[in-house]
């Protein structure tokens, strides 16, 4: 009975483990999205009017902290929606289009609602638990890709290119050279009568 268990065990680990990257590879990308759309919204908050908004915010108590939390993936959930019903329809760039802004806009919001309400929202025992929870396994999932070799493998890539900043610089300032020339000359051929 264990032998089977153990032949069934490793069926399962090799059947799974394509979904467990899929999801560390998602995980990864939203948290890369978080990131950068916390910056964002960080540099916009030094607006007045956002600043008296999160000033706002960050005194609700929990549960209306829960709702500011959670009230943009509601709100953008008919968006994407309508944006699958633009791919259904023939629409598939501009329906592609509206779900990557979509995804983009409401990871930024939610990034930076959650830095405001983390606090509040830690005080309600069921959010933190399973934020702990989900925590936790976002980052065994997301070890699990970093330990495998494509990702070494990327990352070396990605180190490699890196190193090569300079020679990348000549070629940005030799394209812009180039832009700026096509440019001067467009402007001419523009003004000529």
């Given at each position: 009975m264990r032998r089977r268990y153990n032949k069934f065990s490793k069926f399962r680990r090799r059947?799974?483990?394509?979904?467990?990257?899929?999801?560390?590879?998602?995980?990864?990308?939203?948290?890369?999205?978080?990131?950068?759309?916390?910056?964002?919204?960080?540099?916009?908050?030094?607006?007045?009017?956002?600043?008296?908004?999160?000033?706002?915010?960050?005194?609700?108590?929990?549960?209306?902290?829960?709702?500011?939390?959670?009230?943009?993936?509601?709100?953008?959930?008919?968006?994407?929606?309508?944006?699958?019903?633009?791919?259904?329809?023939?629409?598939?760039?501009?329906?592609?289009?509206?779900?990557?802004?979509?995804?983009?806009?409401?990871?930024?919001?939610?990034?930076?609602?959650?830095?405001?309400?983390?606090?509040?929202?830690?005080?309600?025992?069921?959010?933190?638990?399973?934020?702990?929870?989900?925590?936790?396994?976002?980052?065994?999932?997301?070890?699990?890709?970093?330990?495998?070799?494509?990702?070494?493998r990327l990352n070396a890539w990605r180190d490699g290119a890196t190193r090569n900043k300079p020679?990348?610089?000549?070629?940005?300032?030799?394209?812009?050279?180039?832009?700026?020339?096509?440019?001067?000359?467009?402007?001419?051929?523009?003004?000529?009568?």
């Open positions: 059947l799974f483990a394509p979904l467990v990257y899929a999801a560390a590879l998602f995980l990864l990308l939203e948290e890369f999205l978080w990131r950068t759309g916390a910056r964002v919204m960080q540099t916009l908050a030094r607006l007045p009017p956002l600043h008296a908004l999160e000033d706002r915010i960050r005194r609700l108590p929990p549960y209306p902290a829960l709702v500011a939390f959670v009230l943009p993936a509601l709100l953008l959930f008919p968006v994407k929606v309508l944006a699958l019903m633009a791919i259904a329809e023939g629409h598939a760039c501009a329906g592609v289009a509206v779900i990557v802004l979509a995804k983009l806009g409401g990871a930024a919001a939610v990034a930076r609602l959650y830095t405001l309400t983390r606090p509040n929202l830690l005080s309600l025992d069921w959010f933190a638990r399973w934020n702990g929870k989900f925590l936790v396994l976002k980052n065994r999932w997301t070890g699990r890709l970093r330990a495998t070799r494509a990702w070494r020679a990348r610089r000549r070629a940005r300032s030799r394209g812009a050279r180039v832009l700026r020339r096509f440019t001067a000359l467009w402007r001419a051929r523009r003004t000529r009568p």
